[in-house]
């Protein structure tokens, strides 16, 4: 019985992500969890039509969520990020994207990136911070 459990051979065949693999004699018990990670990503398939902001103005959306992202860094401990200032941009406006703000609401963006924006630059720690603080709204207005 020893020379036919010595002669025996266990082959295991490992595919995948093996977390845990126990390969033993015949008569024992194996056991084997083979996982796999699925990531699936949802992505916003925006096809922007008349009713939509145009190029230009999403451009000029974009200039300014960089900037109020450059003032949060000056003036908060813990800034806001660009993503996040985009999807309180989107919330605003009760789109899932910005390029599909409604033509007609297009003021209503900008206004609400511009007053977040003086909000930034009127706070002590802006002033502070930024010495050239009132040079900013000449570049906001270009």
Request: charged share 25%; glycine share 4%.
């Amino acid at each position: 019985m020893d020379d036919a459990i010595g002669k025996s051979n266990v082959e295991n065949q490992i595919n995948g992500n093996v977390s845990n693999a126990v390969i033993a004699s015949s008569g024992s018990v194996v056991h084997q969890i083979n996982t796999q990670n699925h990531v699936i990503r949802t992505r916003v398939d925006s096809k922007p039509g008349k009713e939509h902001i145009t190029l230009e103005q999403a451009s000029k959306l974009q200039q300014l969520v960089k900037q109020v992202a450059a003032a949060e860094e000056i003036a908060k401990r813990s800034p806001k990020s660009i993503r996040a200032i985009w999807a309180s941009l989107n919330a605003h406006c009760k789109v899932p994207s910005y390029k599909l703000i409604a033509l007609s609401d297009y003021d209503k963006a900008e206004t609400y990136l511009r007053k977040w924006l003086g909000r930034l630059s009127n706070t002590a720690t802006s002033k502070n911070n930024d010495p050239d603080w009132r040079k900013r709204n000449t570049l906001i207005s270009n």
